[in-house]
Each structure stands twice: as structure tokens, then as C-alpha cells.
């Protein structure tokens, strides 16, 4: 039988993702039509909702600066961090990575995106083979929605409307600590006064994902003659296959159901499942996940990747997710939010049910996040004393730091005059708490942590207290009272799902390729595998395939 077709186009995008925005463009300048599906009502998916940082060794923007990275290196730390897990992560995948981002960072750059180099954002492995500590990541410039025209309204807004300042991600980590260095005081000033002529000109100015989504969206726009080709509140609800190849897909748009032929492809780049709790539990295997914990994209769902799963895509690294262990206080505001960075600050450490640390608490959040996993600390406690709190717990006064009465008062926090008392109100082992922190800090007063290496190197430097030494990341709990707070292995979306070949074309499970389908992001099983090497990985996976499945789908692959 033969479908009735309501539109057709040469490539049909499922998610407005970087990956998704990236290949529309890319498919645009191939001379080709695409079409990308949003079934939410904003533009930007996931990409749109984070820092917006795209990690890429040996980027045109580092050669720009004259900053030392190699291809050979690259790979070399890939091969290094990722290690060897089979497809998601074969040497033809990360060769294509690497190559391809080079290309695609250089493509967006002449389309008119505006990138800055993440200078000082280590990579999260430094000390490994081929690890960098400059910075392998860029991020958007701070972009102006009114250059979207009757498009400014439709974009996610940026990770920075919760800290109420126009903030790169990179500046993030100077601003919180803006009464710990000059450095970090002058970076506070230069947002403070970029925040403040903003609102002087009641200009919207997006930074963060929102600034790389509505710069793409916005290069989109030109390309297409001022209509997009981009609708929202449209679902792909099920693959279209004849032959043995996919050929459409139905897409249900405000309501209606409508049939799109692809004469070139499919791309399924529309997320995982991170709010599918029956997902979750089916796939979770070491790591139980019922999505209670997920922070997500709203759309996180998983109905395109069932949908992949449906036609026999093959899958992979189903139990894993871009880990990120959180801090949930309701209501808590600014202070409850300073409790969210303890583990990377002097003064605050991690410990499982029997009161003892289980983990470098300031590496990569996925790795921590699988840590509590691996020593069943789901949740673990962090613990922290007076000094953290004046030291970082922001509040209305910057010169009287101190915890919200409420925050005790509701059970949020808990609070001990001595650790004897807070490991009796968290039912923790008293001695054995006590054994943990005496240890930690006899270490720590010197800047050493040898059993788990916090602070040895540039990443955990990077995100810590400029103002403290002689370790940013590491620091005594000396100062009574004592505090402790929750932590639970919060993730941002899953990171496993079908699995693709060097060009994004997804395949069965005899390895063969599914005619006409292509998958990114989190719809697939990711080429960093059970790890993030740098910050801004999980975007520059989705967006580097993104590129290629485009690119491979109107014949201009190598």
C-alpha cells in the first residue's frame, strides 16, 4: 500500500536539539529541504536548556589562540577515558567525531554563529594521556533575541534567567566566587554591568544553550528566506517504512496527524528517556533509576526511541545517564543553591550510610554520580561545617552568611553542635564519622587528599575556591556546627540508546544499517561511552552527528 504524503522533504528531523538545529542548517546549505519536528512548544530541546557548551578537541578557535591541542591527542584521550566498549565507541566513531567537529565548528562560524573559547575550562581527565587543562570547550557570545524577529519568543530561555544575571557558562564558575579573588570580582563586575545595560535597554540577551540555539535558529532563518523550516508542538509519533527502508514518518501537529515523506532520511534527534519511569526500571540494570531523580528537558520522554526500537535498531548503554548529583530543596532559594556545588568546595565531603568518604567528590559529576551508584549511596549525605557556609552560602546579606532558619526548621538540613550529634540525627556510625572527617582534615589542612586524590588536578582546581589555600578544591570541616544535607544521583537524560555507525546511520542487531534512518544525542548509545570527558561532551556528540547524518544524507560524506 502505498502512503499519502501531507508533505514531503529530503530530510525530516525529529528534536530542535544542536543536533537537530545543526543538521537542518546542514542540510540547508547542501541545498536540500529539511523539515525538524519539535513536539514541544519552545525550540531548543535539551541544548536549549543547559550551559550550551560544546566540548571539541583541537577546535579552529583554539588554533585561532595559539593554544597547544593535536587530533592525535584527542584520540589518544578518547581511547584513554572512554576506553573500550564496543560500538558506541568504535575507533571509526571517534575518528568521525573528531573530524567532523573540526568541520562543524568551522561551518557554524561561517554561517554566522559567534563562539568564545572556554579558556581555563580543563578538561575533566587532565592527568590522562592526551588530556588538556586550557580548555577544549566553546560556548555562544550573549546574543540578542530581537534579532529572531516574531522568533524571539520561541526559544528556550537561557540557564542564566536563574541566576537573574545575563551570565556565560564559563563565568559561572568566577561569579560564585566574587568575594574570593579579585580575578573572580572583576568577572562578577563585567556580568553585573552587562546584566545591568541590558535592562537599561530592555533587551533580552540570551547566553548559555539559548544563546547557541537562537544563533542557529537565527542563521536557519536567513538560509530559509525568513521562514524556518521548523514546527513546534509537532510529535513524531511512528516511523513510515516500504521496502525495508523508512521512508516518513507520522507526525501529529497541534493534534492532527500527518504523514512526511523523507526522500533522504530520517533523523531521529529528539532526546532519551530520562522521564520514563518504565523505562527507567526496565533498562536500569546496576543502577536503579525510577526518573524521580531526573532534571531533564520536560520532553525527555523516549517515544522516538521506542519507535527506533520498534523497526529492530540495535541498543546499547540503556542503563546509563549523564549522572549529576543534586541537592533538591524546595523553596530553598539562593541558599539551598549554594549547597549544590559543595563537593567541588574546601569544607564540605561525601560520605555513604556507614560514614565513610567513597569517592573523589570534585571529579566529573557522571563519575561521582556513579559512584554513589557502585557504593550503594543512593542518596549519600554531604557534610559540611560553619566555614563552608560563610565562606558560600549566598543569602540577601553578603556580609552576614548564614543558613534560613527554615531550612533546619523543615528537616532540609540537618544541624549538629558537635559531629556527635548530626551523625545521631542522620543515623550515621558516630565514630566512624568522626574517624572519616579526623583523617580528612588532617590531610586536608595541608591541601593533600590521599585516598581519593581530590584536588590534584586541573578540573578539580578550575571549579574550586580561587581564594582558598593551598588547595581551591580542598579544605578542613573544622568549624563547629556541623551540617549535612541529602545528595541524590540526579541526571540531565539518559546517554544510551541505538546504536550508529561512523555516519549516524542507525543499525539492527546483525550490524546491518536500517535504510533510511540516522540518529544523535541521546536518542543514541553516545561515542563518550560510560564517561564525560569534558565539559559540553553530550552536545558535541548530538551536534557533531547531527552534521554528519545531514551531510552523509545528501551525498556529501568522504
Given at each position: 500500500?502505498?502512503?499519502?504524503?501531507?508533505?514531503?522533504?529530503?530530510?525530516?528531523?525529529?528534536g530542535s536539539?544542536?543536533g537537530?538545529?545543526?543538521?537542518?542548517?546542514?542540510?540547508?546549505?547542501?541545498?536540500?529541504?529539511?523539515l525538524?519536528v519539535?513536539k514541544?512548544?519552545?525550540?531548543?530541546?535539551?541544548t536549549g536548556l543547559?550551559?550550551?557548551?560544546?566540548?571539541?578537541p583541537n577546535?579552529p578557535?583554539?588554533r585561532a589562540?595559539?593554544?597547544?591541542?593535536?587530533?592525535?591527542?584527542?584520540?589518544a584521550?578518547?581511547?584513554d577515558?572512554v576506553?573500550?566498549?564496543?560500538?558506541?565507541?568504535?575507533?571509526?566513531?571517534r575518528?568521525?567525531?573528531?573530524?567532523?567537529g573540526?568541520e562543524?565548528?568551522?561551518f557554524?562560524?561561517?554561517k554566522?554563529?559567534?563562539?568564545?573559547?572556554?579558556d581555563?575550562w580543563?578538561?575533566?581527565?587532565p592527568?590522562?594521556?592526551?588530556?588538556?587543562?586550557?580548555?577544549r570547550a566553546v560556548e555562544?557570545?550573549p546574543?540578542d533575541?530581537?534579532?529572531?524577529?516574531?522568533?524571539?519568543?520561541k526559544?528556550?530561555?537561557p540557564?542564566a534567567?536563574n541566576?537573574?544575571?545575563?551570565?556565560l557558562?564559563n563565568?559561572?564558575?568566577?561569579v560564585?566566587?566574587?568575594?574570593?579573588?579579585p580575578?573572580?570580582?572583576?568577572?562578577?563586575?563585567?556580568?553585573?554591568?552587562?546584566t545591568?545595560?541590558?535592562?537599561l535597554?530592555?533587551?533580552r540577551i540570551l547566553t548559555?544553550?539559548a544563546?547557541?540555539?537562537a544563533q542557529m535558529?537565527?542563521?536557519l532563518i536567513e538560509?530559509?528566506?525568513g521562514?524556518?523550516p521548523?514546527?513546534?508542538n509537532?510529535?513524531?509519533?511512528?516511523?513510515?517504512?516500504e521496502d525495508g527502508?523508512?521512508v516518513?514518518?507520522r507526525?501529529i501537529?497541534?493534534?492532527?496527524?500527518?504523514?512526511?515523506?523523507?526522500r533522504?532520511?530520517v533523523?531521529?534527534?529528539?532526546g532519551?528517556?530520562g522521564h520514563?519511569a518504565?523505562?527507567?526500571r526496565?533498562?536500569s540494570?546496576?543502577?536503579?533509576?525510577?526518573?524521580?531523580?531526573s532534571?531533564?528537558?520536560?520532553g525527555d520522554?523516549?517515544?522516538v526511541?521506542?519507535?527506533?526500537?520498534?523497526?529492530?535498531?540495535k541498543?546499547d548503554?540503556?542503563?546509563e545517564a549523564w549522572?549529576?548529583?543534586s541537592?533538591f530543596?524546595a523553596?530553598?532559594?539562593a541558599a539551598a543553591?549554594?549547597?549544590?556545588s559543595?563537593r567541588?568546595r574546601?569544607?564540605?565531603?561525601?560520605v555513604?550510610?556507614t560514614?565513610r568518604?567513597f569517592c573523589n567528590?570534585s571529579?566529573?559529576?557522571?563519575?561521582?554520580?556513579k559512584?554513589m551508584y557502585?557504593n550503594?549511596?543512593v542518596p549519600?549525605?554531604?557534610?559540611?561545617d560553619?566555614?563552608?557556609?560563610?565562606?558560600?552560602?549566598?543569602?540577601?546579606?553578603?556580609?552576614?552568611?548564614r543558613?534560613?532558619?527554615?531550612l533546619?526548621e523543615n528537616g532540609a538540613?540537618?544541624r549538629?553542635d558537635t559531629?556527635?550529634?548530626l551523625?545521631?540525627?542522620i543515623?550515621?556510625p558516630?565514630?566512624?564519622?568522626?574517624?572519616t572527617?579526623?583523617r580528612?582534615?588532617?590531610?586536608a589542612?595541608?591541601?593533600q587528599?590521599?585516598?581519593f586524590?581530590?584536588?590534584?588536578?586541573?578540573?578539580?582546581?578550575?571549579?574550586?575556591?580561587?581564594?582558598?589555600?593551598?588547595?581551591?578544591a580542598?579544605?578542613p570541616?573544622?568549624r563547629?556546627p556541623?551540617?549535612?544535607?541529602?545528595?541524590?544521583p540526579a541526571d540531565?537524560?539518559?546517554?544510551?540508546g541505538?546504536?550508529t555507525n561512523?555516519?549516524?546511520?542507525?543499525l539492527?542487531?546483525?550490524?546491518?544499517?536500517i535504510?533510511g534512518?540516522y540518529?544523535?544525542?541521546?536518542?543514541t548509545?553516545?561515542?563518550?561511552?560510560r564517561?564525560?570527558?569534558g565539559?559540553?561532551?553530550?552536545?558535541?556528540?548530538?551536534?557533531?552527528?547531527g552534521?554528519?547524518?545531514?551531510?552523509?544524507?545528501a551525498?556529501?560524506?568522504r
Open positions: 500500500m502505498t502512503t499519502r504524503w501531507d508533505r514531503s522533504v529530503d530530510l525530516l528531523i525529529a536539539g544542536g537537530g538545529m545543526v543538521a537542518g542548517l546542514a542540510t540547508l546549505d547542501c541545498g536540500l529541504e529539511p525538524i519539535e514541544q512548544a519552545l525550540v531548543g530541546g535539551s543547559s550551559g550550551g557548551i560544546v566540548w571539541m577546535n578557535l583554539m589562540e595559539g593554544v597547544a591541542d593535536s587530533h592525535e591527542d584527542g584520540l584521550y578518547l581511547a577515558v576506553g573500550d566498549i564496543g560500538a558506541p565507541s568504535s575507533p571509526a566513531r575518528e568521525a567525531f573528531l573530524t567532523a573540526y562543524m565548528i568551522n557554524l562560524v561561517r554566522g554563529v559567534r563562539l568564545i573559547r572556554c581555563g580543563s578538561d575533566y581527565y592527568n590522562r594521556k592526551g588530556g588538556n587543562a586550557f580548555g555562544g557570545i546574543y533575541a530581537a534579532e529572531l524577529g516574531g522568533w524571539s519568543d526559544v528556550q530561555p540557564l534567567k541566576y537573574g544575571f545575563v551570565v557558562t563565568e559561572l564558575r568566577s560564585q566566587y566574587y568575594n574570593r579573588s580575578r573572580a570580582f572583576a568577572v562578577a563586575t563585567r556580568v553585573f554591568l552587562r545591568a545595560a541590558a535592562r535597554r530592555r533587551r548559555n544553550g544563546s547557541l540555539i535558529l537565527k542563521a538560509l530559509a528566506d521562514q524556518p521548523l514546527w513546534t509537532a510529535a513524531l509519533d511512528d516511523l513510515i517504512v527502508r523508512v516518513g514518518a507526525v501537529r497541534d493534534g492532527t496527524p500527518l504523514n512526511v515523506e523523507a533522504r532520511g533523523l531521529l534527534a529528539a532519551g528517556f520514563n518504565e523505562m527507567r526496565r533498562y540494570g546496576d543502577q536503579p533509576n525510577e526518573a524521580r531523580w532534571i531533564a528537558n520536560a520522554t523516549g517515544e526511541l521506542q519507535a527506533a526500537m520498534r523497526l529492530g535498531a541498543t548503554l540503556l542503563d549522572w549529576l548529583p541537592v530543596i523553596n530553598g532559594g543553591a549554594s549547597l549544590g559543595g567541588q574546601p569544607g564540605a565531603i561525601y555513604d550510610s560514614g568518604r567528590e571529579n566529573s559529576y557522571v563519575e561521582v554520580g559512584a557502585a550503594k549511596a549519600c549525605w554531604m557534610i559540611f560553619d566555614g563552608y557556609v560563610r565562606r558560600y552560602v549566598a543569602g540577601t546579606n553578603p556580609f552576614k552568611r543558613l534560613p532558619s527554615g533546619i538540613v540537618k549538629g559531629l556527635a550529634d551523625a545521631h540525627q543515623d550515621l558516630a565514630d566512624e564519622l568522626a574517624r572527617i579526623q580528612f582534615n588532617r590531610f589542612a595541608k591541601g587528599d590521599p585516598d586524590g581530590r584536588g590534584q588536578s586541573a578540573y578539580n582546581d578550575c571549579l574550586g575556591d580561587p581564594g582558598h589555600r593551598p588547595n581551591a580542598v579544605g570541616l573544622d563547629a556541623y551540617y549535612a544535607t541529602r545528595v541524590f540531565v537524560g539518559t546517554c544510551g541505538v546504536i561512523e555516519h549516524a546511520q542507525v539492527d542487531e546483525q550490524d546491518l544499517v535504510e534512518l540518529a544523535t544525542g541521546n536518542t548509545a553516545t561515542v563518550m561511552g564517561t564525560y570527558p565539559a559540553g561532551a553530550s552536545i558535541a556528540g548530538s551536534m557533531v552527528f552534521y554528519v547524518a545531514a551531510r552523509h544524507a551525498g556529501r560524506s
